[in-house]
């Protein structure tokens, strides 16, 4: 059973180059399990620089790109072939390059766009569809969540001082007030989050350094990104560059598969 809130593990990399590669081992690890343990592999993606850093996968040797059934940590409502739309970055960066099933990328309905409450519960409805089982937790159960951070320590579009940092039933929700553009998105909530087997974050160059230092070293003042620590037996997983490091006082622990 869930217990309390696992410590991040901190893995710091000398180079773009090398956090990628390190991170692509570390999913296809994660894909491994999961796959042995139930035949697929459930992975939510968020946007930003996140999606160019998969590129890593691409050719890697053990990616069985057939098991993997792709969700997003966060959406914005816009079309799906519109700049702003993660799976447009996603596709772009990654999805046209590789034989992911197509049914197996569930997006948002973007026809919904003129009631998220609507367009929220309805991908809600493909998250159960994925993940109910009669003996199913209270909230699905991810076999890897990858995220990024922004400059105010926001993750997926979970902001500093929203009411949906206290969401504590939804699987999904949605907001028409982000602070940055566009402002009408969907989001995973921090329930479901913190109940995946693996999260792990990815942060690169200087302008993340005080964000960092503040969310991992002053956990307590509450930055959204702070608030993500999977409870147990999940793991939490930051790969980071030395840029976006260097004020971190916390541990950092060596890569190793």
């Given at each position: 059973?869930?217990?309390a809130?696992?410590?991040?593990?901190?893995?710091?990399?000398?180079s773009?180059?090398?956090?990628?590669?390190?991170?692509?081992?570390?999913?296809?690890?994660?894909?491994?399990?999961?796959?042995?343990?139930?035949?697929?592999?459930?992975?939510a993606?968020?946007?930003?620089?996140?999606?160019?850093?998969?590129?890593?996968?691409?050719?890697?040797?053990?990616?069985?790109?057939?098991?993997?059934?792709?969700?997003?940590?966060?959406?914005?409502?816009?079309?799906?072939?519109?700049?702003?739309?993660?799976?447009?970055?996603?596709?772009?960066?990654?999805?046209s390059?590789?034989?992911?099933?197509?049914?197996?990328?569930?997006?948002?309905?973007?026809?919904?766009?003129?009631?998220?409450?609507?367009?929220?519960?309805?991908?809600?409805?493909?998250?159960?569809?994925?993940?109910?089982?009669k003996?199913?937790?209270?909230f699905?159960?991810?076999?890897?969540i990858?995220?990024?951070?922004?400059?105010?320590?926001?993750?997926?579009?979970?902001?500093?001082?929203?009411?949906?940092?206290?969401?504590?039933?939804?699987?999904?929700?949605?907001?028409?007030?982000?602070?940055?553009p566009?402002?009408?998105?969907?989001?995973?909530t921090?329930?479901?989050?913190?109940?995946?087997?693996?999260?792990?974050?990815?942060?690169s160059?200087?302008?993340?350094?005080?964000?960092?230092?503040?969310?991992?070293?002053?956990?307590?003042?509450?930055?959204?990104?702070?608030?993500?620590?999977?409870?147990?037996?999940?793991?939490?997983?930051?790969?980071?560059d030395?840029?976006?490091?260097?004020?971190?006082?916390?541990?950092?622990?060596?890569?190793?598969?």
């Amino acid at each position: 059973m869930p217990t309390a809130p696992t410590a991040p593990i901190l893995h710091v990399f000398g180079s773009s180059n090398e956090l990628c590669d390190s991170l692509a081992e570390f999913i296809i690890k994660s894909q491994k399990e999961a796959v042995e343990k139930k035949g697929k592999f459930t992975v939510a993606i968020s946007g930003g620089s996140l999606p160019k850093q998969l590129n890593a996968l691409i050719n890697k040797p053990g990616v069985k790109w057939d098991k993997w059934h792709v969700f997003y940590a966060d959406e914005r409502v816009v079309p799906l072939d519109h700049e702003d739309s993660n799976h447009h970055l996603c596709t772009t960066e990654l999805f046209s390059k590789v034989p992911i099933p197509h049914d197996q990328i569930h997006t948002i309905d973007p026809s919904l766009a003129d009631d998220l409450e609507e367009l929220s519960d309805a991908y809600e409805k493909e998250l159960i569809r994925e993940f109910a089982q009669k003996d199913s937790a209270r909230f699905p159960i991810f076999d890897l969540i990858l995220l990024g951070v922004g400059p105010d320590g926001h993750t997926a579009s979970l902001f500093p001082g929203h009411e949906l940092l206290s969401e504590e039933d939804r699987w999904v929700a949605y907001i028409t007030d982000s602070p940055k553009p566009p402002p009408k998105r969907v989001t995973l909530t921090f329930p479901v989050i913190n109940h995946a087997v693996r999260v792990a974050f990815v942060a690169s160059g200087g302008g993340k350094a005080d964000t960092l230092h503040t969310i991992l070293d002053k956990p307590e003042e509450g930055l959204p990104a702070s608030r993500v620590r999977p409870v147990s037996p999940g793991h939490l997983y930051w790969f980071v560059d030395e840029p976006a490091a260097v004020k971190i006082e916390y541990p950092r622990t060596p890569f190793k598969l």
